[in-house]
């Protein structure tokens, strides 16, 4: 968006601001002649206090608010200028944003006086003043101390913008006219860098949704999305909510929309004639498309999109429990009780087995040639070399024996071993030491990972017994980092999910950003998609600009869906905002006036999950330098006397007539206006702040004695003060000051 002169953003009808800006670059002058260095000026440690005004120009002033001691942190707490008919609450709190009241906060609001966290502050002559309340002093002012902390009775700091702030007490909740907020950052904190102030989530929030319910493969047991073919495939058991149709097998779904692309419902049975079966479990993939299973009761099968029934073999012995790829393309590992094997898929012959103290899940990791065995009734995971075929090791599980089986997956990136037991996750490291125990509030039922970002999915189902307190029929997805176990993605709900029909099973797209979950309850497969709440990419900085100079103020942010963004401008140092008219784009443009000397500029970014803003940036500007208010050059001067400093133009005496062009970032001045030899004055001089000449300036081919009152009397006698020299030497301070100013504002426009 590009304004016009006289409209850009934000322009007020006042000129306080230029008056101020006047002032400070009169005290910048006065440092320069005094050789004071500006910048020990301006310096400012974290402690510096900080002071806000509010919407009827009360004054806050919090003593520290950066680097602050996470554990506790004492600061003192000032006003002025507050209304003497309304109590207030000076506290910690949850900042929500312009007209939405500052909660929750730290110790809550303080009702009964004997609060550090926070204060009550009331009109003199308040019925609470005394032991429960202060009052105000004379003007509407206040000094008070409080305790806070990062994080405590529902706020944290850590995960949501925060800010000590003054609202109006309980007995006026909604007026917002008493909010005065200054941000805070604890230890470790950048408040103006980084992905910016989360709104209603923190920046970068990680989420999912469900986008769609596929109901057309009968009741789900697992699920196994194809590396190579990208198909969606469902092993399945009849649904008896659908009586006229038998749908157990294995099913092949279009992942984007869930459209049945081929169901392959007949496998050998026990005397090798085909016969409808269950798809209990997948193996894994085979190599292009299709999936090697278990099919009830001792088959293993392998089918792919387009067959009319699967191959396979029938096993001898008891019930298949467990099956997962073998060591070779051609065997599959399967699980018959306590008793593992190594089997052809093609014969069914076991080329290897072993029989361990019991059991009836594993979990195979072809990466370091272990596989991972539990038993749930003895409490005890077995880890077996798939090298040798024997056990090489055994851990137990915490908790004792009897725990309700789960599931048992491993980590192919870490080589960890995740085990659901009951409403908990235990997870051992390669080496089979108990690393982490992860506690839900539902029961473990199943986990997979994506090696691509080093997330782990666990699904979660409610028991389903509503006679159970804790039971409420909903599941729940939860996603972990690998590396740190830390919640990567907020808890989603699982409505209606729950263990009494079946357990559910998780598919995850590489990278993570689609999962199918499974509720065989409801007979469905649920796809969810994952979002994020904008983080900013790119944070605008503050920026100097001349009058009339043009100026860009960027910003960017990632998300998912892609945030849009406005921009919003305010005029009273961050209290009330109000956005851009037509500035939707990642770069705000516009002609800087005076006038909008000291406004603050943000971005804000949205999308379906939250809203982010970026820190908010101050616009300075400084009056136009230089300009035509240069003189024209007498005659014939001096060369040596005539000469400007460095960068003017028309710097020697020539002959008169010529304009001087005034305005350059270095500072187009003469030093000293030299005589012409009838006593005419030099050449005219353009100042860095467009002022007068300093020396010289006298009129244009005149004489000594018709001198202008920038000192051509003194040029024309040649004489030489030393306070000259000392003006002189300031406009040449002031000179590089610009310059750097310039350089400043070039580097956070870009």
Not at 215 to 234: F, I, N, Q, R, W
Not at 532 to 550: C, N, Q, Y
Not at 713 to 735: C, E, F, I, P, W
């Amino acid at each position: 968006m590009t304004s016009t002169p006289g409209t850009a953003p934000g322009t007020p009808p006042g000129g306080q601001s230029r008056l101020r800006r006047r002032a400070g670059t009169a005290a910048v002058a006065a440092l320069l002649l005094a050789g004071i260095p500006v910048g020990a000026a301006v310096s400012a440690d974290a402690g510096t206090p900080k002071t806000a005004t509010g919407p009827q120009g009360q004054k806050l002033t919090v003593s520290a608010t950066t680097g602050l001691d996470p554990a506790q942190q004492k600061v003192r707490v000032q006003g002025e200028g507050y209304g003497l008919t309304t109590g207030i609450y000076v506290a910690l709190c949850k900042d929500n944003g312009d007209n939405r009241v500052p909660s929750p906060c730290l110790g809550g609001a303080d009702m009964s006086g004997g609060s550090k966290t926070s204060q009550w502050i009331v009109p003199p002559g308040d019925p609470y003043e005394g032991d429960l309340a202060q009052a105000f002093g004379p003007g509407g002012t206040f000094d008070v101390e409080i305790e806070i902390a990062q994080k405590g009775d529902g706020l944290d700091c850590a995960e949501v913008a925060c800010s000590v702030v003054t609202r109006a007490d309980h007995r006026a909740a909604g007026d917002r006219t008493q909010d005065v907020r200054i941000p805070v950052a604890f230890a470790g904190q950048d408040p103006g860098d980084g992905g910016g102030e989360g709104v209603d989530v923190p920046a970068g929030t990680v989420s999912y949704r469900s986008a769609a319910d596929f109901t057309t493969a009968g009741k789900p047991l697992d699920l196994l999305l194809h590396p190579d073919s990208k198909k969606l495939y469902v092993g399945a058991d009849n649904l008896p909510d659908t009586a006229d149709v038998d749908e157990r097998g294995l099913h092949v779904l279009n992942p984007e929309n869930g459209t049945s692309e081929s169901w392959i419902s007949q496998a050998p049975g026990s005397t090798g004639a085909l016969r409808a079966s269950a798809a209990a479990r997948i193996a894994g993939p085979l190599p292009g498309d299709g999936v090697v299973y278990n099919y009830p009761l001792r088959g293993v099968g392998s089918a792919k999109s387009g067959d009319e029934a699967a191959t396979g073999v029938w096993l001898a012995g008891s019930t298949i429990t467990d099956i997962a790829p073998g060591t070779t393309p051609d065997t599959v590992l399967v699980a018959q009780g306590a008793t593992l094997s190594e089997i052809e898929r093609a014969t069914g012959t076991a080329t290897r087995s072993l029989t361990l103290p019991g059991g009836t899940q594993f979990a195979a990791d072809p990466e370091r040639k272990a596989l991972w065995y539990t038993d749930f009734t003895a409490g005890k995971l077995h880890r077996v070399d798939l090298a040798s075929f024997t056990v090489s090791g055994s851990f137990d599980l915490p908790g004792g024996p009897g725990g309700m089986a789960g599931f048992t997956e491993t980590d192919p990136a870490t080589g960890a071993v995740w085990v659901g037991v009951g409403r908990s996750v235990l997870v051992f490291d390669a080496a089979g030491t108990l690393v982490k125990t992860l506690l839900g509030k539902d029961l473990a039922r199943d986990a997979t990972f994506d090696t691509a970002s080093g997330r782990a999915y666990v699904v979660w189902q409610d028991g389903g017994d509503l006679s159970d307190p804790a039971n409420d029929n909903n599941g729940t997805l939860t996603v972990y980092g690998t590396e740190d176990f830390a919640v990567a993605a907020q808890d989603l709900s699982l409505p209606g999910n729950h263990s009494q029909a079946g357990a559910a099973s998780l598919a995850v797209e590489p990278g993570g950003a689609t999962v199918f979950v499974t509720s065989p309850a409801e007979g469905k497969i649920t796809k969810l998609v994952r979002q994020v709440s904008p983080l900013v990419t790119r944070a605008p900085a503050d920026l100097t600009a001349k009058e009339g100079e043009e100026v860009a103020i960027r910003a960017e942010a990632e998300g998912t869906p892609e945030p849009t963004v406005r921009w919003q401008v305010s005029t009273d140092d961050a209290q009330t905002w109000k956005d851009v008219e037509g500035a939707t784009e990642s770069a705000l443009t516009f002609t800087a006036r005076t006038a909008q000397d000291g406004y603050r500029y943000r971005a804000e970014f949205r999308n379906d999950v939250g809203t982010t803003r970026t820190a908010a940036v101050t616009l300075t500007v400084t009056a136009a330098t230089g300009g035509d208010t240069g003189g024209d050059v007498g005659g014939n001067g001096d060369a040596s006397n005539g000469a400007g400093s460095t960068g003017s133009d028309g710097s020697t005496g020539g002959d008169g007539g010529t304009q001087s062009s005034g305005g350059s970032t270095t500072g187009d001045s003469d030093s000293v206006g030299g005589s012409g030899p009838t006593g005419t004055s030099g050449g005219s001089t353009g100042t860095s702040d467009g002022s007068g000449a300093t020396v010289g300036g006298g009129v244009a081919g005149g004489t000594g004695t018709a001198a202008t009152s920038g000192g051509g009397s003194l040029a024309a006698t040649g004489a030489t003060v030393m306070s000259v020299t000392l003006a002189a030497a300031g406009l040449v301070g002031a000179g590089v000051l610009v310059h750097r100013r310039a350089r400043r504002r070039t580097e956070g426009a870009l």
